[in-house]
């Protein structure tokens, strides 16, 4: 019934793979050449300054924006080839969640098993669980009936994650899901995010800033200029580092190094990112 | 009530009537959602050459208009997606081109003149045949049928289409699957109200039910009924008080319209009273037809 949670073998390909993957918005690059593997049950982050290629990146994966050369591959399988689409749970990065026409709560998060349900049939039980218990995760059971337009930027935000929940994936996508929304909920939404991946998800996020969700990342890829910058373990700030709106530095590879691939763990000299405030 | 239905051409109209009552605000509901409120307007123009063409090769104006509209609406998903062509300029340009085919056509056409456009322009229910009626139904079937199957995965394209990519829904066949039965709910319309006004039957009533709605099956619903009210009670109105059927069609779905704003008002007044909720941000702001505003707050 649900695509959720596979058992991972070891032969198991990864969530996402793209290979040598570059993007162009007009002819300008945003994406120059990535290549990343994301191992199926991993919760990672991808960081980088406002422009860097990182929701490009994500929007690549899925196949919203095209790829100008390169590959992607999700679960295994050529992007163009992919149809386990119900495996996927995409939230996007919208200040609304409503279109011009009112929609309640409920079928906007619905709406999100649009990939998993057949044409002409009506929702089971299990449909409606599966919605029931995302609008309880995300905290809104009692707006279920509400127009979405009646709730606050962050409650639309958290409406978004419950669609993508509500599909029951095994992979999530998710492009600043904490945008908007404020640090109590972040906190609980970051709860969510560690209850996927005790459960064997893979999360990809794009993050502005690690904030709540330090401590559920498990692998932080940093973009500079649609390339990458930085693989390895989440960079961790402190003290001051972790007030929005400074220079953050991070440890990463020598791009120049030949021992490259194998220096994950041993950096070799620093950059500096900037993570912008919000504001 | 009796009166009106001893006569042959009115109970045809009537059945006419009915149909794009039913069907226009279904579709409406979708492209008010996804923003293209005037893509019915835009196809009528194109639906207007159609008519012309049948008029000049002597086929039915109704099926030529069915197939040049259904083009059109094809041709506008292209242009919008392959060139640097906006939405609302991709509609101008149908517009224009619709209007000036349908003048030099019948132009062409011998025993035909401008005047026999007017009749499109501003619809002729009475002179509805039985043929024409048959043509209608099954259009009309096949835009039920359209929204019954896809109904789901046009809510999800006409809510966020970049959400729909991700879900791997077919977006490019979807939007043009939407376009083309926009088309074909134009040309069930147009002998109604005319291509002038084809799109006030799709828009008017969804504009209408959203003053009073939460949900999107509601808004669909009550468009619905609004539509059927409108294309009933204006077709009636007419035939009495001697008036067009389908401007009186139009003004009547704009006055429930109007109505709809007040009572919405009301309502939301009245609710806002006794809801505890309604002290949040977004309390008491009407729900009206722009609702991108944002209302909430982006710190805590």
């Known amino acids: 019934m649900s695509a959720q949670f596979t058992d991972v073998g070891s032969d198991v390909p990864p969530a996402f793979r793209t290979v040598g993957a570059h993007v162009a918005y007009d002819g300008v690059p945003v994406l120059d050449g990535v290549s990343i593997d994301i191992p199926v049950g991993q919760t990672m982050a991808v960081l980088g300054p406002n422009g860097s290629g990182k929701s490009t990146l994500m929007r690549a994966m899925l196949g919203i924006v095209p790829l100008t050369s390169g590959q992607v591959l999700v679960h295994g399988v050529p992007l163009r080839r992919f149809r386990s689409w119900r495996r996927i749970g995409y939230v996007p990065q919208r200040l609304t969640a409503g279109g011009a026409v009112p929609a309640t709560v409920r079928e906007i998060v619905a709406s999100g098993q649009v990939a998993a349900r057949r044409r002409l049939s009506f929702a089971t039980r299990a449909d409606r669980a599966a919605v029931e218990e995302a609008l309880e995760t995300v905290g809104l059971a009692d707006r279920a009936r509400d127009s979405v337009r009646e709730l606050s930027g962050g409650q639309q935000q958290r409406v978004l994650i419950a669609r993508a929940l509500a599909g029951r994936p095994d992979t999530f996508v998710m492009d600043e899901p904490m945008a908007g929304v404020d640090a109590e909920n972040q906190r609980a939404l970051a709860g969510t995010i560690a209850r996927l991946r005790d459960l064997g998800a893979t999360v990809v996020l794009v993050l502005h800033e690690l904030g709540p969700l330090e401590d559920v990342i498990e692998r932080a890829v940093v973009l500079e200029s649609g390339r990458v910058a930085h693989d390895g373990s989440a960079p961790e700030p402190t003290g001051e580092c972790a007030r929005p709106g400074h220079e953050h530095q991070h440890p990463h590879p020598d791009p120049n190094d030949p021992a490259r691939a194998a220096t994950e763990t041993a950096p070799a000299n620093l950059i500096r990112l900037e993570v912008p405030g919000r504001d | ?300």
């Not at chain 2, 049948?54 to 998903?77: D, F, H, K, Q, Y």
């Open chain 2, 1 to 300: 009530m009796t009166e009106l239905l001893q006569y042959e051409f009115m109970r045809r109209a009537l059945v006419a009537a009915v149909l794009v009552g039913l069907v226009a605000p279904i579709i409406g509901t979708y492209l008010v959602q996804r923003r293209l409120a005037l893509l019915g307007d835009g196809i009528g123009h194109v639906a207007l050459t159609g008519v012309a063409l049948g008029l000049l090769t002597s086929t039915s104006p109704v099926l030529t208009a069915a197939v040049v509209a259904t083009a059109g609406a094809v041709l506008i998903e292209i242009v919008r997606v392959r060139t640097r062509t906006s939405g609302d300029v991709a509609l101008a340009l149908l517009f224009y081109g619709g209007i000036a085919g349908g003048v030099l056509l019948i132009g062409l056409t011998p025993g035909a003149s401008n005047a026999t456009l007017v009749s499109y322009l501003f619809g002729s229910v009475s002179t509805v045949e039985e043929a024409d009626l048959w043509v209608v139904g099954v259009l009309a079937a096949g835009v039920v049928g359209v929204v019954a199957v896809f109904g789901r995965e046009l809510f999800v394209l006409c809510q966020d289409e970049e959400v729909a990519r991700a879900h791997g829904l077919p977006v490019r066949f979807l939007s043009v699957l939407l376009a083309v039965t926009a088309a074909l709910t134009v040309v069930i319309a147009m002998r109604v109200v005319g291509v002038l006004m084809v799109s006030a039957l799709m828009i008017v009533p969804v504009a209408a039910a959203q003053q009073l709605t939460k949900s999107f099956r509601v808004t669909m619903l009550l468009a619905v009924a609004i539509g059927l009210l409108s294309s009933l009670g204006g077709l009636t109105t007419s035939f009495y008080a001697d008036l067009s059927p389908g401007a009186t069609i139009v003004l009547l779905a704009l006055a429930v319209y109007g109505a709809a704003v007040a009572a919405g008002g009301v309502l939301r007044r009245a609710s806002g009273a006794r809801s505890p909720r309604a002290h949040g941000p977004g309390a008491g702001v009407p729900a009206g037809t722009m609702p991108q505003t944002d209302r909430g707050r982006v710190k805590p």
